[in-house]
Antibody, heavy 121, light 108 residues
Framework: EVQLLESGGGLVQPGGSLRLSCAVS????????MSWVRQAPGKGLEWVSV????????DYADSVKGRFTISRDNSKNTLYLQMNSLRAEDTAVYYC??????????????WGQGILVTVSS | EIVLTQSPGTLSLSPGERATLSCRAS???????LAWYQQKPGQAPRLLIY???SRAIGIPDRFSGSGSGTDFTLTISRLEPEDFAVYYC?????????FGGGTKVEIK
């Protein structure tokens, strides 16, 4: 059974930093690109970032470029999102999501349960 | 950036009725890289359709997808009580990957 489990969320002040983790099990982790997708309270889905299976290729939404860094540790089957210079508009539930294939951009066939990040003073 | 516009915003229907959801793209979606997701309150999205018309594993055949280019449709042939939810389309052919704003299917 494929499982994705996020951790590391919480309350942070504007300008602060936070690192999210997503532990993945039940799948050959290195074979798939992984993404972060967020959802502000009462709003729709917004793709944030993607990383290739090897970790060599990344891509970001303009809204987070230069502030967020995606990475992965394939020895630990874990995905990360380092979030710096956080703003109120970054407040959202953050989901990690597994790409369904090798291609960097793909549909997401498995999602984590989501973790809430709140940016507020 | 490819903007996806979903309509209607809300669809009020009764169980057993047919639901037709639309997703229109601001430019052509390459190779029909278009997916549909279902999301219920407090839950993560669930993949329903990929490649515009292929059902994901475990998805009932009352869900079907169609379309190409800039116009795509999700059809639920006969609504079951568990189908009342929000539905999102997503294009994954071009970076940045984008989602539509969602259609809420509610009980009439």
């Amino acid at each position: 059974e494929v499982q994705l489990l996020e951790s590391g969320g919480g309350l942070v002040q504007p300008g602060g930093s936070l690192r999210l983790s997503c532990a993945v099990s039940g799948v050959s982790f290195t074979s798939y690109a992984m993404s972060w997708v967020r959802q502000a309270p009462g709003k729709g889905l917004e793709w944030v970032s993607v990383i290739s299976g090897s970790g060599s290729t990344t891509d970001y939404a303009d809204s987070v470029k230069g502030r967020f860094t995606i990475s992965r540790d394939n020895s630990k089957n874990t995905l990360y999102l380092q979030m710096n210079s956080l703003r109120a508009e970054d407040t959202a539930v953050y989901y990690c999501a597994k790409s369904a294939g090798l291609r960097l951009l793909y549909q997401f066939d498995y999602w984590g349960q989501g973790i809430l990040v709140t940016v507020s003073s | 950036e490819i903007v996806l516009t979903q309509s209607p915003g809300t669809l009020s229907l009764s169980p057993g009725e047919r639901a037709t959801l639309s997703c229109r793209a601001s430019q052509s979606v390459s190779s029909t890289y278009l997916a549909w997701y279902q999301q219920k309150p407090g839950q993560a999205p669930r993949l329903l359709i990929y490649g515009a018309s292929s059902r994901a594993i475990g998805i009932p055949d009352r869900f079907s997808g169609s379309g190409s280019g800039t116009d795509f449709t999700l059809t639920i042939s006969r609504l079951e009580p568990e189908d009342f939810a929000v539905y999102y389309c997503q294009q994954y052919g071009t970076s940045p990957l984008t989602f539509g704003g969602g259609t809420k299917v509610e009980i009439k």
